[in-house]
């Protein structure tokens, strides 16, 4: 076992994927030399040339233009979006192309192309913070990884790349230096596969990338009030892992979804939509949904953190769902 940080899973989870196939290659801004302007990508250059490392224009049509075509052509491109934001730019060839690709060819054609978003608020104002996993839950054919771990952005960012769909990975910026103790030889983590980070049997609480880490500093505290939080995190909110969600309000009896986003039209609306009709005769409270705000992401720092749901109001939520 050795320490790794989240940013340094990125880089070992790419590296081993290129090691263990050759049709593996890397293309994105700055993600050669430079190691990305995260600096996730350090050491892919010198370990495997500009023929596998590709720096690109600043045109993310041209990067996801290119990883589309080389998917066609039986590669598996690995393609960073510097900031989730910048999906926009190339929205239409990500949703109408390739999201598409597999069904318009009759299943004739696979598209393994890994997508990777640097995602989520940290100090980079309105254009460059917003949680953009929302923008894709409407479009069949994309799968939709939210690691919050190193060790689970290490496996889930494997097992995009050996996917043959493509796969959106979305890096939360707020969590790069987090580390944690992780085997030499990783292993893949299955796509839609949900983890119980932590037992419990008052309430269960969902929660993804940092807000997953606020619910669990919370689920930590109550426990000395006597309440059993049990935390849950999706990982994949497409597909997701419906039967493992269930299985927890069955078992508590209450349910929570926190999120870093406003709520209407959210990850976390889906999750209510599905596990209430399934859970409803099991339910001792109203669920609650606790997002950000309803407005762009602030830039200043005291602003961000008030957007966002702190550690305080998911406490105050689960005490208001037990006490119900």
Known sequence: ??????????????????????????????????????????????????????????????????????????????????????????????????????????????????????????????????????????VPGLKVVVPGTPADLYGLLRAAIEDPDPVLVFEHKALFNIKESFPQNGSTTAIGQAKIVREGTDVTVIATQLMRHRALEVADELAGEGIEVELIDPRSLVPLDSETLCGSVEKTHRLIVAQESS???????????????????????????IGSDETPVPYAGALESAWMPSAERIAAAVRETVSY
Not at 41 to 62: H, K, M, N, W
Not at 67 to 72: E, K, M, S
Request: proline content about 4%; glycine content about 12%.
């Open 263 to 289: 709520s209407f039209g959210s990850w976390g609306s889906s999750v209510l939509a599905q596990l209430v009709p399934q859970t409803f005769e099991s339910l001792d409270a109203p669920p609650l949904l």
């Open 1 to 138: 076992m050795s320490e790794i940080t989240y940013r340094g899973a990125i880089a070992a989870a790419i590296g081993d994927a290129m090691e263990a196939d050759e049709d593996v290659f890397l293309l994105g801004e700055d993600v050669g030399k430079a190691g990305g302007a995260f600096k996730a990508t350090e050491g892919l250059y010198d370990r495997f040339g500009r023929e596998r490392v590709l720096d690109t224009p600043i045109s993310e049509q041209a990067i996801v233009g290119t990883a589309i075509g080389a998917a066609v052509m039986g590669l598996r491109p690995v393609a960073e979006i510097m900031f989730a934001d910048f999906a926009a730019v190339c929205f239409d060839q990500i949703v109408n192309e390739l999201a598409k690709y597999r069904y318009m060819t009759g299943g004739q054609v696979n598209v393994p192309v890994t997508i990777r978003l640097g995602n989520g608020a940290g100090g980079f104002a309105a254009q460059h913070s917003q949680p953009a996993e929302n923008w894709f839950l409407n």
